[in-house]
């Protein structure tokens, strides 16, 4: 959203990304927008789904039996710090901040393992009270859901690790911060998903 | 590789490479787009041969030529590869091939990502087919309807290849749609704003648009076929209280923009034919956008159409029905605009002329039939019959198609440097609008006297003989016409008429530079100072500039990688069919892919950055 013109990198646009662009947008940045507003159809489907199949179930475990608010509210705060320590991390690696940004790169990519394993926990859990994969409708549309977000921060966290090892190299001067800047927007929509499903499935009853 | 050729010299021309190895590595827009033309080609007669065994079968009342369960597998594949592999990709290669070279790109944006949705296409395709080799095509219809899909209903191997196959091809897809997005968004030349931009250039952006909002649904409802099929869920199980309509909505809310995505693009290749060929500019040009734009949009509120069958109640069906019947609006306005243009214009009538206006009146006739299935009473009695089948062959065979046909007369002498002959086109063109007629307009009356869909075979002393016999016979003449057209682009290519730069007349910048393009397209981009540059004041200036180099030109360099990514990614999700262990392999090799695309300078040398 800011100068278009930041060299190029890894993934390559047709021309030296130092020509101009018909709106001035950088492409990289607007092919990403262009594959976010498909995702948003993609969780779209997904949380439909699981609203059409609410409260149809006759056997349980139901959620409210298995939710717990309190821990999934600290995995939501969790993922919202995130988003804090990616902007400070992009704010490091624009400035040149070469102390900073791999240390917030590395904050905001624990972050997201924290959440990683919080889920994992959730889930155990929730097995161990009877809620398979196959046991109702709740159980099959709750873990697609959020199984294929948290995905998404595991492929997030992946990304995030490798732009931590080449910001500790010195590989990362803020003529490369589009590729953090791209990151980051994966990041922050996984997190504004999280709050779709936050809200919609754990709170609303 | 590193020998490639990443700076183009002026005097270099485009196809002095050859080889396999220079096709496998290509990042060039217009070798892809030859690559997924000839590619569709390939499905587009296969999926015909499938329509044939189709007919041979119905010729006769009790008729035993294929068995019941191959008939299903012969529908079902006809349909998938039609739409999947034929008519959509067919509409990639003018994408790819065209909308550069009209909006005074370079490239894509992405060219190897550009290759690698190429590669995913060809395999994925591949994949589909294999199902017959390996224990039997789908044979669900290409809409799949659930609980039919269900390993209880469906234990073989085919719905999983139908599945698998579906989303290997919309990862390709997905990658083109947001690629030409940005291409056309980004890469116009100067002037060029969005209302200065040619109406095939726009419907290829709205169609993007389409695919990049349309394919994540059916992504998630074939995902949740998959977990169903393969690890016992319950999404569309309705012994566990499940509801089977879920994938109708889901399959539809994908279903009915994709009937956009197959024919807009139909509608912009006839709005750059139509007014060449009257001499005229396009009439209404921005209403035509905005119709296009205008249907595109309401595609996403029309999907349960397709299912007042099942009951959904007067609202909902109150609802669809009037936004189905909204849809007739744009839809009219534009043709009434491409009668306009044609209105008081200088018509010629060459081979792309006749197929565009072909296009507009084959297309009402499908356009009316559908606007009466719109209707939830009239379609309680039309649905699942032959006169469905009558309207989609319509607006797809006589819509898609003929438009297609159209824009390959048109572009092939810009492709190939050689123009097609008139005389067979003309030969193609009639056999094929007659042929088109006789198969499909009797399907209208076998559908109406009760004849259902993808039933193999029909009582004697019904009525349907007669008609049925008409459709096979009408088949037999649409497989002569492509013969004929398969003739004369081979004879062309070899010896036809040279073209020249600009053969018909053209308004639009791709005449302005030679045939074939060299690889950079455009010596020095022009700038555009308004709609139909070449027809305006600018002419001469705008084709002086594009065959002038000032400064050098960087062109990207070739890459192996896109294909092996496309490679992985195609074992990764079709190992799946055989259990998650099958599809390591392909996890290597798409991680190694796509790692070494990533570290792979996308420039030669990169020093001008």
Known sequence: MTDAALP???????????????????????????????????????????????????????????????????????????????????????????????????????????????????FTHFVEKGLKLQTNLFSCSFYVLTGFHGTHVLVGTIWLWSLFTLAVRGKLPPGRALDVEVAGLYWHFVDVVWIAIFTLVYLIH | MESSAAIAGAAAPARSEGGLWSWITTVDHKRIGLL????????????????????????????????????????????????????????????????????????VAFPRLNAFSYWVFLLGGIFINLSFFLGG????????????????????????????????????????????IVTIVNLRAPGMRLMR???????????????????????????????????????????????????????????????????????????????????????????????????GFLGFGVWSHHMFAVGLGPMADSFFAISTMLIAIPTGVKIFNWIGTMWGGRLELRTPMLFAIGFIAMFIIGGLSGVMHASPPADLQQTDTYFVVAHIHYVLFGGSIMAIFAG???????????????????????????????????????????????????????????????STLGVFGLAAATLVFMWNVIASWWRGAPAGDDPWGGATLEWAIPSPPPEHNFATVPEVHGLNPLWGAHAAEIRALAV??????HMPRRSFWPAVSALGVTLLLGGMVFGWWSGIPGLVITLLGIYSWAFQPAHEGGAHD
């Open chain 1, 8 to 122: 190029l990198a890894a993934a390559g646009a047709a021309a030296p990304a130092a020509e101009r662009t018909s709106t001035g947008l950088n492409s990289r940045k607007l092919l990403f927008w262009s594959f976010i507003g498909s995702e948003c159809m993609f969780f779209g489907s997904l949380i439909a789904t699981y609203m059409v199949y609410r409260g149809r179930d006759t056997t349980g475990p139901f959620p409210h039996d298995v939710f717990d608010i309190p821990l999934t509210s600290y995995s939501a705060l969790i993922l919202l710090v995130s988003s804090l320590t990616m902007v400070l991390a992009l704010s490091a690696v624009q400035r040149g901040d070469r102390r900073r940004a791999p240390l917030w790169l590395a904050a905001t990519a624990l972050l997201g393992v924290h959440f990683l394993a919080n889920q994992a926990w959730e």
């Open chain 2, 197 to 295: 931009m040619p109406v095939f250039s726009w419907m290829t952006l709205v169609t993007s648009c389409l695919i990049a909002l349309a394919f994540p649904v059916i992504t998630v409802a074939l995902v949740l076929l998959l977990f169903d099929r393969m690890a016992g869920t319950n999404f569309y199980v309705p012994a566990s209280g499940a509801d089977p309509l879920l994938w109708q909505h889901l399959f539809w809310l994908f279903g009915h923009p994709e009937v956009y995505i197959l024919i807009l693009p139909a509608m912009g290749i006839v709005s750059e034919v139509l007014p060449t060929f009257s001499r005229k500019p396009l009439f209404g040009y921005p209403v035509v956008v905005y119709s296009g734009i205008f249907i």
């Open chain 2, 548 to 553: 002038t180099p000032r400064g050098p030109i």
């Open chain 2, 408 to 470: 390959l007369y048109y572009w092939f002498p810009k492709i190939t440097g050689r123009l097609l002959d008139d005389r067979l086109g003309k030969w193609h063109f009639w056999l094929n609008l007659l042929a088109m007629n006789l198969t499909f307009f009797p399907m209208h009356f076998a559908g109406l006297l009760g004849m259902p869909r993808r039933i193999y075979t029909y009582p004697h002393g019904l009525g349907l003989d007669g008609l049925n016999l008409a």
């Open chain 2, 36 to 107: 997924y033309g000839v590619t569709a080609f390939a499905f587009f007669v296969l999926g015909g041969v499938e329509a044939m065994l189709i007919r041979i079968q119905l010729a006769r009342p009790e008729n035993h030529f294929v068995s019941p369960e191959t008939y299903n597998q012969l529908f079902t594949m006809h349909g998938t590869t039609m739409i999947f592999l034929a008519v959509m990709p067919l509409s990639a290669a003018f994408f790819n091939f065209v909308v550069p070279l009209q909006i005074g790109a370079r490239d």
């Open chain 2, 137 to 180: 095509a789908p044979d669900t219809g290409w809409f799949g309807y659930a609980n039919l899909t269900s390993t209880q209903y469906s234990p073989g191997h085919g719905v999983d290849f139908w599945a698998v196959g579906l989303q290997i091809l919309g990862i390709a897809s997905l990658a083109a749609a947001f690629n030409f």
